[in-house]
């Protein structure tokens, strides 16, 4: 399969914003490469070697809130004893599957904020690895990968996306190519952080449109954490309607009841992890 480049937008002028944003993702890509390349790099967290998997030293790798036993179609963790999931039966989602390899908790979530918020493209390699290493034999189902997209002016505004990032190691991992370009936002929305879950769905109802290439395929749809579900639950849709065959969410973190307190407990108010 190829590997589709960025979607061409030829009928939108090239703005400074979006220059300067290409050209800051391209140095902090460079950055977290040369920096990921050097020998004896300390730990993520702790600053020991880092003898375990990518980036970690073995201790704080197996330290990591890794999710445990959860709902095959949405992620949320599954009491033990359970034989379906609360959460579905309120409302399926659109998208066939879901897997998070963290709880959204202490520090994973600390690291997804460091990547999303600072300019810490290195994290995007750390916990890629760590989603293909937890994905294991899953992606065998997938065709190509697809990052959650943002829109172009906050894109621009940022400089880089990280579901995007992170997307492209898993297609480094996973011998699943990136299908960057099929999936794009067709209007800006309000960002997520601090909406409920009935305001979030309105918020990126409509908002995705996908390239009719998807057709026919399975898709990895991968963002950075799950929340409520509904922007990944819109995305899916664009893509099912552009004739996608199966829709599999694939995020570093799923936000449970647990992790929610844990988060709110930890972040600052009016910041949260601002995606649905
Ligand atoms: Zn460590
Ligand atoms: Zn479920």
Not at 82 to 89: K, L, R, V
């Amino acid at each position: 399969m190829r590997q589709y480049s960025e979607r061409p937008r030829s009928c939108q002028p090239a703005r400074p914003g979006k220059v300067y944003g290409a050209w800051r993702a391209a140095a902090l890509r460079l950055l977290a490469r040369v920096v990921g390349s050097l020998p004896a790099q300390p730990c993520v967290l702790c600053l020991d070697p880092a003898d375990g998997p990518a980036g970690f030293c073995a201790a704080c790798a197996l330290d990591l809130p890794w999710a445990s036993a959860a709902c095959g179609r949405c992620a949320m963790p599954l009491p033990a004893g359970a034989t379906g999931c609360g959460s579905c039966s309120l409302r399926m989602p659109s998208y066939q599957a879901a897997f998070a390899a963290f709880d959204y908790s202490f520090p994973v979530d600390q690291l997804v904020r460091r990547l999303k918020y600072h300019g810490h493209l290195a994290h995007s390699r750390n916990l890629g690895a760590l989603l293909a290493q937890a994905g294991g034999g899953r992606s065998a189902g997938i065709d190509g990968w697809v990052p959650v997209p943002l829109h172009r002016e906050r894109e621009a505004r940022r400089g880089y996306n990280q579901a995007l990032e992170i997307a492209r190691e898993l297609a480094a991992r996973t011998d699943r190519p990136l299908l960057d370009g099929l999936l794009w936002r067709a209007r800006a929305t309000r960002t997520q952080a601090g909406l409920g879950a009935i305001e979030r769905r309105a918020n990126v109802q409509g908002a995705f449109r996908a390239d009719p290439r998807v057709k026919g395929l399975s898709i990895g749809l991968v963002d950075d954490v799950l929340t409520t579900g509904s922007t990944a639950d819109a995305a899916a849709r664009a893509l099912q309607a552009a004739g996608a065959r199966r829709v599999e969410v694939w995020v570093v973190a799923r936000v449970s009841g647990r992790s929610g307190r844990a988060r709110d407990r930890r972040t600052p108010p009016g910041r949260s992890n601002g995606r649905g």
